[in-house]
């Protein structure tokens, strides 16, 4: 299905793109896609998304952020992917997927958007993944520390919860509690950390799994 926008229409997309990606009008074309060409992710490609939502009052719904974008760095995703790659054939069913509903998304695309209004899924090019040097680095830090990375997790789990029980049985002084406070904020935020991870991987995932004979 072909769908119509006009020259205003798109020219309005390029320059509410250009302003918030630091480039120049005239570098960014129908063509331009979000993503291979520009480098959004993360939370700098939310922002993008629904800024233009709601500027070209366009709804969002059925658009699935992982499809079109990385997250934010973190540093032990890798390691949980290689280690759930490894554990789990639901998992690398999954991921091969989600990898598979990889694409970018190109200004054009956005147009044909805000001309209906509401989200439709994109056809664009599929969503590039260079394998740079510091991408190679991460990907071989998974494999090698995937265990050693989620034993440290458990490890800070448990001296927050050390930390816990420090805290309401054995403080006696002002010290003791600092030293508790201190072992509970570093225990719950690599917990947290950790928990956020997963849940981005969730996200990723989801959609129907392919069985096993696909």
């Avoid at 020219?11 to 250009?18: E, P, T």
């Avoid at 265990?147 to 403080?171: K, N, Q, W």
């Avoid at 509970?184 to 997963?198: D, K, Q, S, W, Y």
Wanted: hydrophobic share 50%; with cysteine.
């Amino acid at each position: 299905m072909t769908i119509e926008y006009s020259a205003d229409l798109i020219d309005g997309i390029r320059k509410f793109v250009a302003e918030r990606t630091n480039y120049f009008f005239e570098q960014v074309t129908p063509e331009t896609t979000l993503f291979g060409d520009l480098g959004v992710y993360g939370n700098d490609a939310e922002e993008l998304l629904t800024e233009f939502a709601r500027q070209f009052k366009v709804s969002l719904d059925g658009f699935y952020f992982c499809d079109h974008f990385e997250f934010e760095w973190d540093p032990l995703r890798p390691a949980f992917i290689a280690l759930l790659y490894v554990l789990s054939a639901r998992f690398r069913r999954s991921w091969r997927a989600a990898k598979a509903r990889e694409r970018d998304i190109t200004i054009a695309h956005l147009a044909r958007c805000a001309a209906l209004g509401r989200w439709v899924p994109s056809q664009d090019l599929r969503r590039p993944r260079p394998l740079t040097p510091w991408r190679l680095f991460w990907r071989v830090v998974g494999i090698v520390f995937a265990p050693i990375a989620v034993a440290t997790v458990l490890m800070f789990v448990l001296i927050g919860i050390a930390g816990l029980y420090g805290l309401i049985f054995e403080s006696r002084t002002a010290w003791d509690i600092l030293k508790s406070g201190l072992i509970i904020f570093l225990g719950f935020a690599v917990t947290l950390n950790a928990a956020r991870t997963i849940s981005d991987l969730r996200i990723k995932i989801r959609g129907p799994v392919p069985s096993a004979g696909d």
